[in-house]
């Protein structure tokens, strides 16, 4: 719509068709004559106006904003199509995509930043422990707490997160594992992390087998609690 009418004085022109046009256009499908209809009577309607230079500097502010966000969401696509070739040409990148929750973008950057040297992580947990999805115990005298990790790398943290909220709509045993932790009183966030914590050591096995993500294999010690 700003790139339509830049400025109230364009948008105040606007027709019915262009409007509905510019919001086909951005994706949407549904109530569009509705919303036309809405967005056409609050650019007509009366509101403080700025002085006509005021207005038009502002209006070429917009524009040439507008022209950088277009340019960028171009480069952006280029910068996925390049990414998404190169991703899928090495040798792990099946694997990462078996696993539920990961698509082209965040496979890549979970496997850049995990690096592919096979022996770089001897356990699982140490794979964990360098995501920041493993839990970290605090003890003096007494006391003992069970805390989240606050150093951790978190470019990968914020995959992993991304990927065990995607994972809760196409993984059953991730639903399952999910909702356990929060029926024994997680909040959404811990029991998020504590299920991307579950996938990495998924991903490590995997890794370590050369096998690709089984649903069943999974979650095989997670079917009595599914029961």
Same mark, same amino acid.
């Given at each position: 719509?700003?790139?339509?009418?830049?400025?109230?004085?364009?948008?105040?022109?606007? /027709?019915?068709?262009?409007?509905?046009?510019?919001?086909?256009?951005?994706?949407?499908s549904?109530?569009?004559?509705?919303?036309?209809?809405?967005?056409?009577?609050?650019?007509?309607?009366?509101?403080?106006?700025?002085?006509?230079?005021v207005?038009?500097?502002?209006?070429?502010?917009?524009?040439? #904003?507008?022209?950088?966000?277009i340019?960028? #969401?171009?480069?952006? /696509?280029?910068?996925?199509?390049?990414?998404?070739?190169?991703?899928?040409?090495?040798p792990d990148?099946?694997?990462?995509?078996?696993?539920?929750?990961?698509?082209?973008?965040?496979?890549?950057?979970?496997?850049?930043?995990?690096?592919?040297?096979?022996?770089?992580?001897?356990?699982?947990?140490?794979?964990?422990?360098?995501?920041? #999805?493993?839990?970290?115990?605090?003890a003096?005298?007494?006391?003992?707490?069970?805390?989240?990790?606050?150093?951790?790398?978190?470019?990968?943290?914020?995959?992993?997160?991304?990927?065990?909220?995607?994972?809760?709509?196409?993984?059953p045993?991730?639903?399952?594992?999910?909702?356990?932790?929060?029926?024994?009183?997680?909040?959404?966030?811990?029991?998020l992390? #504590?299920?991307?914590?579950?996938?990495?050591?998924i991903?490590h096995?995997?890794?370590?087998?050369?096998?690709?993500y089984?649903?069943?294999?999974?979650?095989a010690?997670?079917?009595?609690?599914?029961?």
């Amino acid at each position: 719509m700003l790139h339509r009418a830049p400025t109230p004085e364009h948008g105040a022109r606007l /027709s019915l068709s262009k409007i509905a046009a510019a919001l086909k256009a951005g994706g949407r499908s549904r109530y569009i004559e509705e919303r036309s209809q809405q967005i056409q009577a609050a650019l007509r309607a009366e509101h403080l106006r700025a002085p006509q230079a005021v207005s038009a500097a502002y209006g070429t502010a917009t524009s040439a #904003t507008i022209a950088m966000i277009i340019e960028l #969401t171009h480069q952006i /696509s280029a910068l996925e199509t390049e990414l998404a070739q190169h991703f899928r040409k090495h040798p792990d990148a099946d694997i990462y995509l078996s696993l539920p929750g990961i698509g082209v973008i965040l496979g890549a950057r979970v496997l850049g930043e995990f690096g592919d040297d096979p022996n770089r992580f001897t356990d699982a947990k140490c794979r964990k422990n360098y995501a920041g #999805t493993s839990p970290v115990t605090v003890a003096s005298g007494r006391k003992r707490a069970v805390m989240a990790r606050h150093v951790r790398n978190q470019r990968l943290y914020d995959a992993l997160d991304r990927i065990a909220f995607a994972a809760l709509k196409i993984s059953p045993g991730a639903r399952t594992f999910y909702d356990h932790h929060r029926a024994a009183g997680d909040t959404h966030h811990q029991a998020l992390r #504590t299920l991307a914590n579950r996938l990495v050591g998924i991903l490590h096995g995997c890794l370590r087998h050369h096998t690709l993500y089984n649903e069943a294999t999974a979650w095989a010690h997670r079917t009595p609690l599914a029961a």
